[in-house]
């Protein structure tokens, strides 16, 4: 992948700002001339809205799909996400690494804006972004102001004209979509915790169900984790020897974890916090694994129908 992911990433933003009326969004231009489009703040976007919002956050480098699942007999939406970029999709661009003050609080923010002006918080594995353009994803309950744009700007450095911002809150319909869209992130990040080196995976599809949308964006934060830790499933495909795969695999699973078996915000209320979180509960709940160098097909963990009924339906 040459061109850059933000360049990438804008067209796909230009795309949402023109379909915003269809798409049940808000289009709104800060004083700066920062463009900020509000997919469920003061908006009623849906699931369109949502599947936008995470080929944005994955600058435009993979399908994103909704599909009909079922959670204990009850047809229920899954978003499924594939892309042959994983690495640079997945895991550079979608992941949440670049939290925004404002004079309301902070909120936090993913896309590719974050390898301009948040790339001291990933790794670098020699991926280098230049771009005239910034676009940047944040999920919270309110929008960034003008101060909190020219800022994110000028860290980019990038014009406030060519910074695009689409925000929504974790609790709302596009929230929910836009997170269970975040499977095949949650297992390359599984995946880099466990030392594995992510330039080695060469595509990945992921599926998740949809958490309930509704109720405080901390109660949502709760089951968009339940959902995705009793319930991903993912399959990814790379070019490795057997041996970096062989004692790797059964640590993948969120139930590898120690925190593993209570719904995310007990999780969190017995662990005093984040902090106190094991980080390997942050994972899928079901990984199969091809090989392409040897043909070998390794495969952990399972779908948790019944943990997933409990957090999700009988809340």
């Known amino acids: 992948m040459r061109q850059s992911v933000n360049q990438s990433a804008w067209i796909v933003f230009e795309e949402i700002w023109e379909e915003s009326t269809r ?10 001339g920062t463009r900020v489009i509000d997919a469920g703040i003061d908006a009623t976007s849906g699931f369109a809205a949502g599947l936008k919002m995470a080929e944005l956050s994955m600058a435009g480098l993979a399908q994103v799909a909704v599909i009909q699942g079922a959670i204990n007999g009850i047809p229920w939406p899954n978003v499924q996400v594939h892309s042959e970029f994983p690495h640079l999709a997945c895991f550079l661009c979608q992941s949440a690494s670049w939290p925004i003050e404002t004079s309301r609080g902070q909120i936090m923010g993913s896309g590719p804006a974050c390898l301009l002006g948040a790339s001291a918080n990933l790794p670098d594995f020699g991926y280098k972004e230049t771009s005239n353009c910034a676009v940047f994803v944040l999920e919270g309950s309110f929008l960034p ?26 609790g709302s319909m596009t929230g929910v979509v836009q997170i269970a869209a975040r499977s095949v992130e949650i297992a390359m990040h599984k995946l880099h915790r466990l030392g594995f080196d992510l330039t080695h995976v060469s595509s990945g599809l992921g599926c998740c169900p949809i958490a309930p949308p509704g109720g405080t964006d901390f109660e949502a934060l709760g089951k968009t984790n339940d959902a995705m830790m009793f319930a991903s499933q993912i399959w ?22 120690k925190d593993y078996g209570k719904p ?52």
């Not at 049940?24 to 700066?32: D, F, I, K």
């Not at 041996?243 to 969120?254: D, F, G, R, T």
């Not at 392409?292 to 952990?300: F, M, T």
């Open 23 to 32: 798409l049940g969004c808000l289009p709104l231009q800060m004083g700066c």
């Open 145 to 170: 102001d003008d101060e909190a744009c020219q800022a994110i700007a000028a860290a980019c450095h990038v014009t406030p004209e060519r910074l695009g911002i689409m925000a929504a809150p974790t």
């Open 236 to 257: 990814l495909s790379v070019l490795v020897e057997d041996q970096a795969l062989e004692s790797l695999v059964e640590k993948i699973p969120a139930s590898s974890s």
């Open 264 to 315: 995310f915000l007990k999780v969190l209320e017995a662990a005093g916090g984040f902090y106190g979180v094991d980080p390997d509960i942050f994972a899928p709940a079901e990984i199969t694994i091809v090989n392409q160098k040897s043909g070998r097909v390794y495969h952990a963990g399972q779908r948790d129908e019944t943990r997933l009924v409990a957090a999700l339906l009988m809340t």
